[in-house]
């Protein structure tokens, strides 16, 4: 994808958006902390997909080059003509304007240790040593327009900052700032998931293109810098299972459809749009298909919601007044529904009747 920045200049590029068009470079590292899960699920992604936005195929999107690990075909030597690592040198030295930084995984702490590295990639041209992850944001993030973190270990850590971790672990409003701002005054885009919900990601990255076009106003973005409108809701409000809960139905085992917040799920107080959204071309998720919610979303994860699958503190509480209302609610329902699951007392069994009586 990332074919059409190489044979052409970095300021300009032909295509769909216009022959004199700027075309926005799009960084991606995914050398922090990470298994790389969310550049595999944005693989899923069908509204939009990574290839109409590489394409620029949307109505008004600017032209995009992509530079991402996963899809590139660029590899070759430091300095070389083919040579993947050139694009983040050139960004560094101000020649690719604008362009956004993508960053997956999560950022470790390389002050903690006496020797070697945690991670990174690309070795510096002027001492022939890898170059880490911190430092690549360290160069590039003053540089960069806007500034988002895929996945829930770009944004709060995830994983790999959980208590006792030796890395030292971050995500990156904590290794930046969580005031942070970008030069064209952007703050960190942060959307986790653990692994991202595909859209979530794909969707958000084409609002930013837009605001870059002056097409979309400011991203609007929550207090933990989610998309707000990806992230207002939690699980339990667009879950399938949520009227269960209401009248106080509960799965005791795997497989049964009521609700499972008994068996460890944490959709009630937990920021996250997968039960409503899917999770591919709108099918899946976890609740969807059986599975607990375990807050992968939230900036806690995984310390607060551990142990997985025992029934979260509160939920007790709450599922216990829902099982007492909830048999109340049953049978007052009941009666509701003997009564509206008949036909009207104008319809005759046997004759054909309109009900229509002359108003005078």
Known sequence: MSSTSTSTSPETVGGPAGAD????????INAGLSCDGDSVALTAATQPSIEEIALSVLPGLPKVAVHWPLIDFECGPVQGADNFVEWFFKAERGELEPFVLVIEGSIPNEAIKDEGYWCGFGDDPATGQPITTSEWVDRLAPKATAIVAIGTCATYGGIHAMAGNPTGAMGLPDYLGWDWKSKAGLPIVCVPGCPIQPDNFSETLVYLLYQLTGAAPMIPLDDKLRPAWLFGATVHEGCDRGGYYEQGQFATEYGQPECLVRL?????VVKCNVPKRGWINGVG???????????????????????FMDEPP???????FSTGYGKVIRK???????????????????ALTTGYQPPW
């Not at 509160?314 to 216990?320: D, I, N, P």
């Open 21 to 28: 068009d700027p075309v926005v470079h799009i960084l991606w």
């Open 264 to 268: 460890g799920c944490w959709g009630p």
């Open 285 to 307: 998720g976890c609740p969807n298909v059986g599975g607990i919610c375990i807050a992968c979303t939230m900036p806690g994860f995984p310390d607060k919601f551990m142990p």
């Open 314 to 320: 509160g939920g007790r509480v709450s599922s216990g």
């Open 332 to 350: 007052l329902r009941a009666i509701t529904q003997q009564t509206v699951d008949k036909e009207p007392k104008w319809r005759h069994k046997g």
